[in-house]
């Protein structure tokens, strides 16, 4: 779990940067700044490189999965630089509240569905009008439920919790692309 997270957030840092330039959310002359910050130029497999060759250097055993000081150092100045100019970026703010939306409706639409052990009942009867989104959250839950074949990790053993299954939402809309949840709402909205 851990290395998986560490190279998530160095693989997301850089793809941003990356994003960001080829949609003109920032320009070459703030991209210098960031070079002059961690003093180098860098791009997404450089950063990739550079990190994941720090971490098998560096963890082990006893310290865990860790980026030396230096390194560490660098990638939050990155996410520094990625925070002050393309995840605050003005231009951006109208996609936030469309993704903001998009999200909470997905989150509501299956929260809704809450009704104890008979929540997989209460999906499975409207899988025909939302035959996308409901067969796929059905099938996310029950692997998770009731596990995989020979798998020991069901997070979800039952759904007599709200919060449970409230996470289980949760986790399926984490793991959903930008165009992924796109399809789901329009799915919802289409009459």
């Known amino acids: 779990g851990a290395v998986v997270k560490l190279s998530d957030k160095i693989a997301y840092l850089g793809r941003d940067i990356q994003d960001a330039l080829m949609l003109g959310v920032i320009d070459k002359k703030q991209l210098n700044n960031l ?58 703010k109208e996609y936030a509240e469309y993704a ?5 409706r997905v989150f509501n639409f299956l929260c809704s569905y809450y009704d104890g052990v008979n929540t997989i009942k209460r999906l499975k009867q409207d899988k025909e009008r939302f035959d996308f989104l409901i067969v796929d959250f059905i099938d996310f839950i029950s692997k998770r439920m009731f596990g995989a074949k020979n798998t020991l990790i069901k997070p979800y053993q039952d759904l007599s919790s709200e919060t449970l299954y409230y996470q289980a939402v949760l986790d399926y809309i984490s793991g959903m692309t930008d165009g992924y949840i796109v399809k789901i709402f329009n799915e919802l909205i289409t009459i």
């Open 100 to 104: 903001k939306f998009i999200i909470s």
């Open 35 to 92: 070079y002059d910050m961690i003093g180098k130029k860098v791009n997404t497999s450089s950063i990739m490189h550079d990190m994941i060759a720090d971490v098998c250097k560096n963890s082990s055993y006893e310290h865990g999965i860790v980026l030396s000081n230096e390194k560490s150092d660098i990638l939050n100045k990155i996410k520094e630089f990625n925070y002050r100019f393309i995840y605050k970026s003005e231009r951006l």
